[in-house]
């Protein structure tokens, strides 16, 4: 594993968001969810897709609190645009979990 430096870590904008929106990904190669996640006043909601299909459905993620790395460039996914990449661990059989605050934090909070 190489290291990096503080300001390297400091370079990726981890911020917590909720899930507004969320629906089925159909066209996804791989089983996924469409996400629109708030970060407050200062980033806005951005769009996302995740393969969390496993531990959640649409309906499940509306209101959830997620972490996500905000100063990625957008990446086409099919005819959807992802603009944000929501951070998650696999559980013991590669199925992703979301990463989320443990506490009820505002949005567009950065972590550190």
């Known amino acids: 594993m190489d290291n990096i430096s503080f300001d390297d870590f400091m370079k990726v904008d981890i911020r917590t968001g909720r899930v507004v929106k969320a629906e089925p990904f159909p066209e996804a190669r791989n089983p996924a969810i469409k996400m629109w996640v708030d970060f407050g006043d200062e980033i806005g909601v951005r769009k996302t897709s995740a393969q969390v299909t496993v531990h959640y459905t649409p309906e499940d993620l509306i209101g959830r609190q997620v972490m996500a790395v905000v100063n990625f460039?957008?990446?086409?996914?099919?005819?959807?645009?992802?603009?944000?990449?929501?951070?998650g661990v696999p559980d013991d059989a590669g199925a992703?979990?979301?990463?989320r605050p443990?506490?009820?934090?505002?949005s567009g909070g950065r972590m550190h």
């Open 96 to 99: 992703i979990v979301l990463v």
């Open 73 to 87: 460039p957008p990446r086409q996914i099919g005819k959807f645009m992802s603009e944000v990449l929501v951070l």
């Open 102 to 106: 443990d506490k009820d934090t505002p």
